[in-house]
């Protein structure tokens, strides 16, 4: 069975929205945060978003070519979650508009890579919900944003539910990599 592996940036105050709008890092990037990147997405063989993502993915990525993590996202199945999205104008993108719990958990039943899901929102909480997220990778930035509302903030009402960490990686960015895993059963 496929993995469902959610890959999010957050700040130290718990934002996540709009980080191609924070402030980089008074260290240094030597590539590793590209790396880690690239092996998660070469890794999976599907993208998972819910349509806030897509929005801001759909606006970017399709102008981009020529590099290995471009041609890759844009060339793979891409699969939103949305009740609004009628014409999706990326390449290889597929809209679950009804039935979205039932419908992922075909997609995880078929032979194939990992599915990657980028940004946390409504989808997540509901693939938590359902038991469906597999994996949690906090990018955790060292930084506070500093503003922000409810909906800019990680933190949903949901039921308690837990990870094990299985990994933990420190990228001289100052940016710390947290890899979370659903207990095994």
Aim: net charge negative; aromatic share 10%; with cysteine.
């Amino acid at each position: 069975m496929r993995r469902i592996i959610n890959s999010t940036y957050i700040s130290l105050d718990g934002v996540i929205e709009n980080p191609q709008d924070w402030p980089s890092s008074r260290h240094q990037d030597d590539g590793a945060a590209g790396a880690v990147q690239m092996e998660l997405l070469f890794a999976c063989d599907a993208v998972l978003m819910g349509r806030r993502t897509y929005d801001g993915f759909a606006s970017a990525w399709p102008q981009r070519s020529g590099d290995p993590f471009s041609d890759r996202i844009n060339s793979m199945p891409k699969y939103v979650v949305s009740s609004t999205l009628r014409d999706p104008k990326w390449t290889n993108t597929t809209i679950i508009g009804s039935d979205p719990i039932d419908e992922i958990k075909r997609l995880k039943n078929q032979p194939g890579q990992d599915i990657v899901q980028y940004g946390f929102g409504e989808l997540s909480y509901a693939l938590m919900g359902s038991g469906l997220l597999d994996e949690l990778r906090l990018w955790v930035h060292p930084f506070f944003v500093g503003h922000g509302g409810p909906d800019d903030l990680m933190f949903r009402e949901c039921a308690l539910t837990t990870f094990d960490l299985v990994g933990a990686r420190t990228l001289t960015s100052g940016i710390v990599v947290l890899s979370y895993a659903k207990p095994s059963e």
